[in-house]
């Protein structure tokens, strides 16, 4: 059984059909990526699988369990946590609260403050700067943040939406590094990106996202050989 | 800053509004007729008024923080509160219970005033607003305005119409000695009430977790939800506070006038509403800044500038004085004093 499946989704805007027919797995441990040019329905899908957005039609399953039609809080709470495009991070908030936000699912006190020693270990800046308010933070930073934020949730599946956004290349490779080491440590990642190049490289799985509909698939290192993904994602390679 | 015409109109009005305040303050020193203690006692009062429309204008702008709607039916949701703490101090007076330990009866009607206020707000927001929120647009909005009607004339057909004389213990009727000033006891009581009641407030918002989830929602509710907050549950606590602390208010305001009815909550629920947009709505520690600054411009400001221009009896002009003081600051910083710069649109 796979850890998510996605079967057969559509979702809609107004009359407008966003993505159609998607299905996707996720294998517990993997680290799968959905890539795709700008606007062909890879946010509708993270948003779909945490229900912030309604789907018209399909199912999308979690350990086996029917998640659509639940509350996107619901959602959170089995275990599937997203940190959104452009990471969403409360601005006014100071870090450790918005650290703090992320265990709000959590009745732990004990097990939350141990998750938070090892993720503030993972991101010592944030450690630095933990009083601070989060909007004073760097971009960098604030995707650290959003990452830190979604895993003291200690969900088993991650849903990180075009992390390398908006980054220096130097901060974009660390964060590849980053969302490696959470993976290592167990957590499921499904990942959405522009960076295609970068996303193949450390995926098990890809998708690839054409106008709503899903028109290929492979393995990380089958599709960063393949011809149309090279020419139409990879530049010319 | 584009030096339009609006700004050459903002510029102009401001500096008449300094003139006349000058002017006023300039005649009202130099005519001299007020001593230094009822100087004091003009102090005290707009403090202790301050106090009051603090309380109440909380529960104004942490609505709008959450729910980006003005809930017209807040000062009414105080009214019902009010009412009900009336009976009950009514029925206390019958025990003694305010001649022999005043301070327990008077923290007995405050409780009871805020716990039936936070009721009433929890169920409007239940049954009236929850329903109509996903609609969107003006429909939340009427509806408060629709229930601060139902609320008003549910309390005039239950309690009448009539002005009802709020219980004036002993206790409250003396005053107390600061040095060499005397401050009476109600407005002593009123002003350490409203002060117990915010710092309780400000460590529930920034202390607890649903405080912390409140504001993470004020801010961008739909990060707040892929936190796993429950939206539904912020915003009912969010009416429960603003319930609370809006019933202390009204128990308060109704201990310094002594007196209930149905209309209560029209006049200082407009104007805690105008002391939140004062702040800046939304924003916790600009409802309070707001409140106190409105309820001092509304104790001093009379009698300290139209005193001075030789206008009569300034004092009964002191709602005037309230709203041009608030007109004056939308005019020049229309985001309030702690508000945000609003998005500049392209």
């Known amino acids: 059984m796979s850890l998510l499946e996605v079967v057969d989704v559509d979702v809609l805007y107004g009359n407008v059909r966003a993505i159609q027919g998607v299905s996707l797995c996720v294998e517990a441990g993997q680290i799968v990526t959905l890539i795709g040019a700008n606007g062909a329905g890879k946010s509708t899908t993270l948003n779909a699988i945490s229900g912030v957005l309604p789907i018209s039609r399909g199912a999308i399953r979690f350990k086996g369990q029917l998640i659509s039609g639940l509350a996107s809080h619901g959602i959170v709470r089995l275990g599937i946590s997203q940190v959104p495009e452009g990471r969403r991070i409360f601005g006014k908030l100071t870090v450790s609260e918005n650290i703090s936000l992320g265990s709000f699912v959590r009745n732990d006190w004990h097990e939350i403050q141990q998750d938070r020693e090892r993720v503030l270990e993972l991101f010592p800046r944030l450690r630095e700067r933990l009083r601070q308010t989060a909007g004073t933070l760097s971009g960098g930073e604030q995707q650290m943040l959003a990452m830190a934020r979604a895993l003291v949730a200690r969900p088993a599946l991650i849903l990180l939406d075009e992390p390398s956004m908006g980054l220096a290349p130097m901060l974009v490779e660390q964060v590849f590094e980053i969302i490696k080491e959470i993976n290592r440590q167990g957590v499921t990642i499904l990942l959405v990106e522009q960076n295609a190049f970068a996303a193949l490289e450390i995926a098990d799985q890809a998708y690839v996202l054409a106008s709503g509909a899903i028109s290929l698939t492979g393995s990380g290192a089958e599709l960063l050989r393949h011809e149309q993904v090279i020419s139409a994602y990879l530049g010319e390679g | ?346």
């Open chain 2, 1 to 346: 800053m584009r030096k339009d015409f609006a700004w050459f109109v903002r510029r102009g009005l401001l500096l008449c509004a300094i003139l006349i305040v000058c002017a006023g303050i300039i005649g009202t020193v130099r005519a001299d007729r007020y001593s230094t203690e009822q100087w004091f006692d003009l102090v005290a009062f707009g403090l202790t008024l301050g106090g009051v429309y603090a309380l109440i204008a909380l529960g104004y702008s942490m609505v709008y923080g959450v729910l980006r709607l003005i809930n017209f039916a807040h000062g009414d949701t105080m009214t019902v509160g009010v009412f009900i703490a009336y009976f009950v101090a009514r029925g206390l007076e019958h025990t003694k219970l305010f001649e022999t330990s005043p301070a327990v009866a008077v923290a007995i009607i405050l409780i009871v005033g805020a716990v039936v206020s936070a009721l009433v707000a929890l169920l409007v927001e239940r049954f009236a607003y929850r329903p109509v929120r996903a609609s969107g647009g003006f429909a939340p909005l009427i509806t408060s305005i629709g229930m601060s009607f139902l609320l008003q004339q549910t309390c005039r057909g239950m309690f009448g119409s009539g002005v009802k004389a709020y219980p004036d213990p002993g206790w409250l009727q003396g005053s107390m000695r600061i040095g060499t000033f005397s401050v009476p006891n109600v407005e002593v009581m009123v002003l350490c009430a409203a002060a117990l009641v915010m710092a309780g407030l400000y460590l529930v918002v920034n202390g607890t977790r649903m405080g912390t989830a409140m504001r993470a929602t004020a801010e961008d509710p739909r990060a707040a939800v892929l936190m796993g907050i429950d939206i539904n549950k912020v915003i009912a606590f969010t009416f429960l506070l603003g319930g609370l602390t809006a019933g202390v208010g009204g128990v308060l305001y109704a201990l310094i006038y002594k007196q209930v009815y149905f209309m209560m909550g029209f006049l200082p629920g407009i104007k805690a509403f105008g002391a939140a947009v004062l702040g800046g709505i939304g924003s916790i520690p600009g409802a309070m800044a707001g409140g106190i600054i409105l309820g001092l411009a509304e104790g001093i400001g009379p009698t300290l500038i139209l005193d001075g221009l030789g206008i009569p009896a300034p004092y009964q002009l002191r709602d005037l004085f309230a709203f041009a003081l608030l007109i004056t600051v939308l005019i020049c910083r229309p985001q309030g004093l702690f508000g945000e710069a609003p998005a500049r649109r392209a």
